[in-house]
């Protein structure tokens, strides 16, 4: 039976937006000032951290001066003309971007645009009032994103680290499976393996929001030493994506091995592929077993065997037999740090739930 995907329509940041919105139209129905440059700016301004937010506020502020000051001068000259909106959207990303304001250029340019068909005859009035309302909206939307659910991606980080970890051991295992089929590499893996890669940098990146959302929320020395533990699993699961890479792009040869060494092999591959996808990262027996097999055929290699290996349009000094022990071996390496890692982060989430 096919499972119904459930969608997430609203999340913090969606709610957030319209809660900054309806602050920043209250405040600016209050004043009777006109709430539409405030609205834009304040939606723009929603951030995923309180650290961007207050970081991209001083670049939007004087980006914002700096659109709403052409609008005036150039209102003046054309009027409401078509002159007006494209020298007011021209030279406020020039400006934007000679100052590098790069952050405030959407905001200033929007707000210069609209401001044209506002401006009437108390220029120097409508410039100050869209000052105004600019900082009504940069304002509101700081504070909302700082007081009303604070970004915490930890969950998200620790759930991206476990898929990520699956994943790159089912690409190892569909690698594996094709050396001995004697087939070249799929397509779809490597686009499977780019889209890994693309997922460890989106995981990083959310990593460093949770860093930086640190520095304006307390928190506990158990988060901190958590997000240490994950951020050291990712830093090893970029690695493991370098290795994995190196043999999903392994040029196509038929492979000379025995029998015995391509089951011992796939044997391999298996008891790694069930390593990464177990979340408890227990040391099998049988993992080390065949990494230790793996590791004898490796360093009983006949020297031979790397002979420089020619054909028409290559040469390789290093043999592709040569380069999948090396790779599975180093691979075993860094999931032997994951399961030290684990074993640490276990010790120590242990001993904090004895002493609570």
Same mark, same amino acid.
């Given at each position: 039976?096919?499972?119904?995907?459930?969608?997430? +329509?609203?999340?913090?940041?969606?709610?957030?937006?319209? /809660?900054?919105? +309806?602050?920043?139209? +209250?405040?600016?129905?209050?004043?009777?000032? #006109?709430?539409? !440059?405030?609205?834009?700016?304040?939606?723009?301004?929603?951030? #995923? %951290?309180?650290?961007?937010?207050?970081?991209?506020?001083?670049?939007?502020?004087?980006?914002?001066?700096?659109?709403?000051?052409?609008?005036?001068?150039?209102?003046? $000259?054309?009027?409401?003309?078509?002159?007006? &909106?494209?020298?007011?959207?021209?030279?406020?990303?020039?400006? @934007?971007?000679?100052?590098?304001?790069?952050?405030?250029?959407?905001?200033?340019?929007?707000?210069?645009?609209?401001?044209?068909?506002?401006?009437?005859?108390?220029? +120097?009035?409508?410039?100050?009032?869209?000052?105004?309302?600019?900082? /009504?909206?940069?304002?509101?939307?700081?504070?909302?994103? !700082?007081?009303?659910? #604070?970004?915490?991606?930890?969950?998200?980080?620790?759930?991206?680290?476990?898929?990520?970890?699956?994943?790159?051991?089912?690409?190892?295992?569909?690698?594996?499976?094709?050396? !001995?089929?004697?087939?070249?590499?799929?397509?779809?893996?490597?686009?499977?393996?780019?889209?890994?890669?693309?997922? *460890?940098?989106?995981?990083? %990146?959310?990593?460093?929001?949770?860093?930086?959302?640190?520095?304006?929320?307390?928190?506990?020395?158990?988060?901190?030493?958590?997000?240490?533990?994950?951020?050291?699993?990712?830093?090893?699961?970029?690695?493991?994506?370098?290795? %994995?890479?190196?043999?999903?792009?392994? #040029?196509? &040869?038929? $492979?000379?091995?025995?029998?015995? @060494?391509?089951?011992?092999? $796939? @044997?391999?591959?298996?008891?790694?592929?069930?390593?990464?996808?177990?979340?408890?990262?227990?040391?099998?027996?049988?993992?080390?077993?065949?990494?230790?097999?793996?590791?004898?055929?490796?360093?009983?290699?006949?020297?031979?065997?790397?002979?420089? *290996?020619?054909?028409?349009?290559?040469?390789?000094?290093?043999?592709?037999?040569?380069?999948?022990?090396?790779? $599975?071996?180093? /691979?075993?390496?860094? *999931?032997?740090?994951? @399961?030290?890692?684990?074993?640490?982060?276990?010790?120590?989430?242990?001993?904090?739930?004895?002493?609570?």
């Amino acid at each position: 039976m096919m499972k119904i995907k459930r969608f997430t +329509f609203v999340g913090g940041r969606i709610i957030k937006t319209g /809660i900054a919105v +309806f602050l920043t139209a +209250f405040i600016c129905h209050i004043l009777n000032w #006109p709430a539409m !440059f405030a609205v834009i700016t304040a939606i723009v301004t929603i951030e #995923p %951290t309180v650290a961007d937010s207050v970081k991209k506020a001083f670049v939007r502020f004087p980006a914002s001066v700096i659109g709403a000051a052409l609008a005036v001068l150039f209102t003046f $000259l054309f009027g409401d003309s078509p002159y007006s &909106y494209a020298l007011v959207a021209l030279s406020t990303i020039i400006a @934007c971007h000679k100052l590098k304001l790069h952050d405030g250029t959407l905001v200033a340019t929007l707000t210069g645009v609209a401001m044209i068909s506002t401006v009437h005859d108390h220029y +120097f009035a409508s410039l100050f009032i869209r000052l105004g309302t600019t900082s /009504i909206g940069l304002i509101v939307s700081t504070l909302v994103n !700082f007081f009303i659910l #604070p970004p915490n991606y930890s969950k998200t980080i620790s759930n991206e680290i476990q898929l990520l970890l699956s994943k790159t051991g089912e690409i190892l295992d569909k690698r594996a499976k094709e050396w !001995f089929h004697e087939q070249p590499v799929d397509k779809k893996l490597r686009q499977d393996f780019q889209q890994l890669v693309k997922e *460890i940098d989106k995981t990083e %990146t959310v990593s460093q929001y949770q860093k930086e959302e640190w520095k304006y929320h307390r928190v506990s020395r158990k988060e901190i030493r958590l997000f240490h533990y994950g951020f050291k699993k990712l830093v090893i699961i970029r690695q493991l994506a370098y290795h %994995t890479g190196n043999l999903v792009y392994l #040029p196509f &040869y038929q $492979l000379k091995m025995d029998r015995e @060494c391509k089951e011992l092999i $796939l @044997c391999t591959v298996a008891s790694i592929k069930s390593m990464l996808s177990d979340q408890e990262f227990i040391y099998k027996e049988d993992f080390h077993e065949n990494m230790e097999k793996v590791k004898t055929v490796f360093t009983q290699q006949n020297p031979k065997e790397d002979e420089m *290996i020619s054909t028409p349009d290559h040469h390789h000094l290093i043999s592709p037999e040569t380069v999948i022990l090396y790779e $599975l071996l180093s /691979i075993h390496d860094l *999931i032997d740090e994951l @399961c030290r890692i684990k074993t640490w982060e276990k010790k120590y989430t242990g001993v904090r739930a004895m002493s609570q």
